[in-house]
């Protein structure tokens, strides 16, 4: 029996009273999922069938996700709407796809900020903050006479302490007094303030869930011992897949390498991990590395990693192929990989401010990934003592087995003792005891004002100015923030509010009754707080720019970069680089240190247009106030590729971000999609769309990913979700050519190609080595080449006129392409302007395949031959 005709039953029966929901819902947990459920999840689905909140605190494995299902039947079985939210788009789209295979797809609606399907669907799943903004500008969001949401699950509650992100999670408690809350966590700590608070403005009962034992109960132990000899016993114990966590990207890294001269898996393990991997496509830096930890056992995961790396570890360990994974405390929210044994490097770590000890909810979160239910007994926690600690335990006991030999009658020298570095963050054995009796922290208020806060809540709709007040009031002194902290949001919003009646934005008039009513004099956008709140002034920025410049390309790619976040790694980079240059440069002109100290303050990244952007601004905001919630951010990432003519590896290379790649892949994706999301056709001219196409590509031949997942949320198939995800998402999925997209392929050639003519007019030997070295056309030849051409030109020309695409020349004949190659010619801009030098090779067809960019393989610099 499906869950729809369940569904159908329970309301076919009369009533569709709660009995008969909750037996029907019962039954197909029975009959289709094979599930009898636990005491803690039948008690949550009555809770929620006779009208309760409820507030779902069990460890991880306990069924959280069925109950929520069940509290969705319910809500359709009484005819209501019910929203389920999620910290993460991705983890929101899964539900979506989820939902629907249960209750059918007219059911299910999704609304991600980005895109919006069937969204007055009964069911509707989307992130915290967009349910926020809904309560916030709907005064009918709880009024199901208006086809209203009436019930909220909450998953992955303790978002609620988050700084950043928390408001939006305390927010609908506050302001949907009619709806029914489902709250669900592993970590939730003491919410019986929380508790009485909800069902206070619910007005119904709320039922606490807590206190359950986990289905695969847990065993901790504390090891002085180095990482490396734990694994081995864990190996030789056979209590693996073990994740070792740590704090520090690169320490990840490091620990794997080290664990790669362990036997983890014999060989007919490591035939089987190669042919799953198949043809799958590592990259050169951190694919090399990757690919040989993952043939031998050990997978690595962190955010810094290109999403397709950390999917190919995900899908390996859920196939059982990986032993050991080393990583951070990331692999959490919304991933389902199977770990046997959990070993947490260290107690302690940094929270971008300083080092300290994990928090008690931090310590619960990591230990709930051990045990693997329906496959483990039990799961293995293991924290390993600090590095100078092991290293004392050593020479102790190397101390003692002196002593035990005999000494020949002198006295042992007692073992010298290491202390801890400088500015260590101590935690030992007790600190782990500590935390593992300990129950997660409660809960912490994160409210937060904003423009657009205010302006939503005047937005309802003309009212009585003392209904927005009283929703202000709700928002503020109903919060759990301390009493000053309530007052102090209060005069922030009142301080605001002035803002915008001053500005004209907010209007007060009087109505025949002589009631003061409050209006908006403009439209606010639709959800815009959400997505690139900053679009609609790069829009109006757009409109600055002369379109018939030569920079006109490139200014609008700076304008749209300044709306997107900063992505530290990579800004951080270009500083140091800058300044490192600069330092040189200063050096060179024989500048006293001192001087050089004070002038080094003043360098920092590139940020074109700042002055114009920063104008422009100011003067939008008079008009836009609610723009003041969000900061300008002028820098070049992708300008900075195109000036430079670099592709994915090149900048990767030149800034030194191996390490971070991943979150340089994810700006690049951020990046193309709000240039070709944000820009309007009309301001599109040829030159900006090839570089729009060309970035379109190369996010995709790096990791195609990031870039599929916003056209699935933004068109989600259900079926084409169900064909991909059966039986395991195939590792190496086909590679997209490279050469399909002719206009994107064509710049990216012309950037490989200017990068060379850039290196040579700079006489960087060592750059161009680098390029084309591999193949045969090294330093020496190199140089032999340019001295002819520097005998008679004083420089070759690298500005607009020598991107020309009139100066490339290519083959693409029958001989040539029978041949597996293109053949090129680069013709080098002298200053007399004669033309009469090139570099001349072919591009390798099957290596452009395989590598995702242009295979250049020079084979000749010289004067033109007449050919």
């Known amino acids: 029996m499906s869950l729809q005709q369940a569904l159908e039953r329970a309301r076919a029966n009369g009533t569709g009273g709660a009995d008969e929901a909750f037996a029907a819902f019962e039954e197909w947990a029975l009959e289709e999922r094979g599930l009898q459920l636990y005491p803690a999840q039948e008690e949550a689905v009555l809770g929620i069938t006779l009208g309760s909140n409820v507030i779902l605190a069990t460890p991880t494995g306990t069924g959280k996700s069925l109950v929520a299902i069940g509290a969705h039947f ?41 895109s919006s399907i069937n969204s007055d669907a009964p069911i509707l799943c989307c992130t915290a903050e967009i349910l926020a903004n809904l309560a916030i500008r709907d005064k009918n969001v709880d009024n199901p006479e208006t086809g209203g949401i009436t019930q909220v699950i909450m998953d992955e509650f303790h978002y609620y302490a988050d700084p950043d992100r928390g408001w939006a999670w305390q927010v609908p408690l506050l302001l949907m007094h009619d709806a029914q809350f489902l ?43 180095p990482a490396h000899e734990v694994v081995e016993q864990l190996i030789a114990d056979r209590e693996t897949p073990a994740y070792l966590v740590h704090f520090n990207q690169s320490h990840a890294v490091e620990q794997a390498q080290a664990l790669a001269s362990i036997k983890i898996v014999d060989r007919a393990g490591r035939d089987e991990i190669a042919a799953a991997i198949g043809e799958f496509r590592f990259s050169t830096g951190f694919g090399n590395t990757l690919s040989r930890l993952v043939r031998s056992g050990i997978g690595v995961h962190h955010a810094g990693m290109l999403p397709r790396y950390r999917r190919l570890v995900e899908q390996l360990a859920q196939r059982g192929l990986l032993r050991v994974i080393c990583g951070t405390d990331t692999l959490g929210v919304g991933i389902n990989v199977p770990i046997r044994t959990v070993v947490i490097t260290a107690l302690t ?95 912490v208020s994160r409210m937060r004002v904003t423009h657009a806060m205010v ?51 907010v209007e007060i008039h009087e109505d025949e009754r002589g009631q003061r009513l409050l209006r908006l004099t403009v439209e606010l956008q639709a959800n815009f707080a959400l997505n690139q709140p900053l679009s609609p002034f790069a829009l109006a920025a ?14 609008v790619i700076s304008i749209i970069e300044a709306t997107l976040e900063n992505p530290r790694a990579i800004v951080r980079a270009q500083e140091h680089r800058a300044r490192g240059e600069a330092v040189a440069a200063m050096k060179a002109e024989g500048i006293e240190y001192e001087e050089r100290m004070e002038l080094l303050e003043a360098i920092t990244y590139p940020q074109p247009l700042k002055e114009l952007l920063d104008e422009a601004f100011h003067e939008y905001v008079k008009e836009v106030p609610w723009a003041r919630d969000y900061e300008l951010r002028p820098k070049s990432i992708v300008r900075d590729m195109v000036e430079r003519a670099f592709g994915f590896r090149d900048l990767v290379s030149f800034y030194q971000l191996g390490r971070a790649e991943g979150g340089v892949l994810r700006y690049l994706s951020d990046a193309y999609r709000a240039i070709e999301r944000t820009v309007p056709e009309q301001a599109k001219n040829p030159a900006l769309e090839e570089l729009i196409d060309w970035l379109g590509e190369l996010v995709r031949q790096v990791d195609s990913s990031l870039i599929d997942e916003w056209n699935e949320l933004a068109n989600p198939d259900p079926e084409a979700h169900r064909a991909t995800t059966a039986g395991g998402i195939d590792l190496a999925p086909p590679a997209r050519s490279v050469l399909t997209n002719e206009r994107a392929f064509g710049v990216m050639l012309r950037n490989a190609l200017f990068r060379r003519v850039q290196a040579a007019a700079f006489e960087r030997y060592a750059e161009l080595a680098e390029l084309d070295g591999p193949h045969g056309f090294g330093e020496q030849r190199w140089r032999d080449a340019l001295a002819g051409y520097y005998t008679e030109y004083d420089e070759i020309r690298t500005d607009t006129d020598a991107r020309a695409a009139a100066l490339l020349e290519i083959d693409r004949s029958a001989d040539a392409q029978a ?23 072919v591009i390798d067809l099957e290596a452009t395949e395989a590598e995702g960019e242009p295979a250049v393989r020079v084979q000749r610099v010289g004067p033109l031959t007449g050919e």
């Open 74 to 114: 319910i809500a359709l079985v009484e005819g209501r709407r019910t929203v389920y939210t999620a910290p993460i788009k991705a983890l929101v789209s899964e539900k979506f796809f989820d939902l629907v295979e249960v209750f059918g797809a007219e059911r299910v609606g999704m609304i991600t900020g980005d």
């Open 183 to 225: 709250l669900m966590s592993a970590t939730l700590g003491d919410v019986t303030e929380l508790a009485s608070d909800l069902s206070d403005a619910t007005g119904r009962d709320t039922a606490l869930v807590t206190g359950v034992e986990r289905p695969v109960p847990l065993s901790f132990s504390y090891e002085v011992a």
């Open 542 to 555: 757009i409109e600055l720019l002369d379109p018939e410049s030569e920079s006109y390309p490139l200014d």
């Open 349 to 443: 770590k940094f929270d971008g401010e300083k080092m300290r000890r994990l928090s008690a909810r931090e310590f619960h979160q990591i230990s709930g990934r051990a045990g693997r239910a329906g496959y483990d007994t039990e799961g293995d926690v293991i924290a390993l003592a600090p590095e100078h600690e092991i290293e004392n335990a050593k020479a102790v006991a190397k101390a003692a087995a002196k002593a035990s030999a005999g000494t020949g009658g002198k006295k042992a020298k007692p073992a010298k003792k290491k202390s801890a570095p400088q500015g260590f963050v101590a935690w030992s054995e007790q600190t782990f005891e500590k935390l593992i009796s300990s129950e997660p922290e409660p809960l």
């Open 819 to 841: 041949a597996g190659v293109w053949k090129f010619r680069q013709v080098l801009l002298d200053p007399a302007g004669d033309r009469d030098w090139a570099i001349e090779g």
């Open 455 to 505: 302006l939503g809540v005047i937005g309802r709709g003309e009212e009585w100015e003392g209904e927005a007040l009283n929703t202000m009031q709700m928002l503020f002194f109903d919060s759990h923030e301390p009493r000053a902290a309530q007052f102090a949001h209060a005069r922030t919003a009142l301080s605001i509010f002035r803002t915008l009646r001053n500005g004209g934005i």
